[in-house]
C-alpha cells in the first residue's frame, strides 16, 4: 500500500505566475484536503475534494482552485501568485474504513520571488 | 466555528524526561481530536487521534493523550523523551469524520542531551 504522494517537492516561482501542484491518495482513498502551511504556523485548510466534487472549502480567494480525477488523484492551481503564497502546501487523502482519519503527504515546498 | 490553542510554542526537554504539550479547543458541538508530528522538512504524521470511548488514548512512539471534555483540552504526554523526538507537533480538531481539520499553531519540541 504506497501512501500520499505530492510532486514536486520543491518549486520556485515568480509573483504573477501560475502554479499546478499535484497528490496522489492513498490506496482505497476518495477524498483528498490540500493545506497551506506557512513559515511558522499550523496548516490551514484550502479546500477538499471527495469523488471529483468540491466538498468544503477554506478562506482563500479564487484564484485557488483545485481539480480531483476520476482515479482520486488531485491538483491544487494557484493563479497570479503573490509573495505571500509562499509555503509549505500538504495534501491528505481520506476515505475508506477509517474515513475520518486524514494522511498527509511530504507537501510541496513553494517559493514565490 | 471550532479553534485550537496550543499554549507552549517552544518545550525544551532534557532527554529521557517527561514531556506534556498542552492542547485547548473550542467547539458547541461534539468533536474529534487529533495529534500531529511533523520533522524538519517533512510532512504531517498521525501519532494518535480521538473519536470516542476511552478518554485516554495510546498512539505511536510512546505517546499518549488524555481527552478532557469538561476542560475542552487534549494534552499530549511522553513519560520519557529521545533526541529523536525532536520535531513540532500539532493538536487538531475537526466536527465530523473528514471534514477539514483545523489546527492550534503548532509547539516546539527541542530534547537536549
Known amino acids: 500500500e504506497t501512501g500520499v504522494t505530492q510532486s514536486p517537492t520543491h518549486l520556485i516561482k515568480t509573483r504573477g505566475q501560475q502554479v499546478t501542484l499535484r497528490c496522489s491518495s492513498q490506496?482505497?482513498?476518495?477524498?483528498v484536503s490540500w493545506y497551506q502551511q506557512a513559515l511558522g504556523q499550523g496548516p490551514q485548510f484550502i479546500f477538499q475534494?471527495?469523488?471529483?466534487?468540491?466538498?468544503g472549502r477554506g478562506n482563500f480567494p479564487p484564484r485557488f482552485s483545485g481539480l480531483q480525477f476520476p482515479n482520486y488523484s488531485s491538483e491544487l492551481n494557484v493563479n497570479a501568485l503573490e509573495l505571500d503564497d509562499s509555503a509549505l502546501y500538504l495534501c491528505?487523502?481520506?476515505?475508506?474504513?477509517?474515513?475520518?482519519?486524514?494522511?498527509f503527504g511530504p507537501g510541496t515546498r513553494l517559493l514565490v520571488l | 466555528a471550532q479553534s485550537v490553542t496550543q499554549l507552549d510554542s517552544q518545550v525544551p526537554v532534557f532527554e529521557e524526561a517527561p514531556v506534556e504539550l498542552r492542547c485547548n479547543y473550542s467547539?458547541?458541538?461534539?468533536?474529534?481530536l487529533f495529534w500531529y508530528v511533523q520533522y524538519p522538512n517533512q510532512g504531517l504524521q498521525l501519532l494518535l487521534k480521538?473519536?470516542?470511548?476511552?478518554?485516554l488514548v495510546k498512539g505511536i512512539n510512546g505517546f499518549e493523550a488524555e481527552f478532557n471534555k469538561s476542560q475542552t483540552s487534549f494534552h499530549l504526554r511522553k513519560p520519557s523523551v529521545h533526541i529523536s523526538d525532536t520535531a513540532e507537533y500539532f493538536c487538531?480538531?475537526?466536527?465530523?469524520?473528514?471534514?477539514?481539520?483545523?489546527f492550534g499553531g503548532g509547539t516546539r519540541v527541542l530534547v537536549k542531551p
Open positions: 487538531a480538531v475537526t466536527l465530523a469524520a473528514g471534514n477539514k481539520l483545523t
Open positions: 480521538y473519536l470516542s470511548g476511552s478518554t
Open positions: 467547539s458547541s458541538v461534539s468533536v474529534y
Open positions: 475534494y471527495y469523488r471529483e466534487e468540491e466538498n
Open positions: 490506496s482505497g482513498h476518495n477524498t
Open positions: 491528505a487523502s481520506s476515505g475508506g474504513g477509517g474515513g475520518e482519519t486524514q494522511y
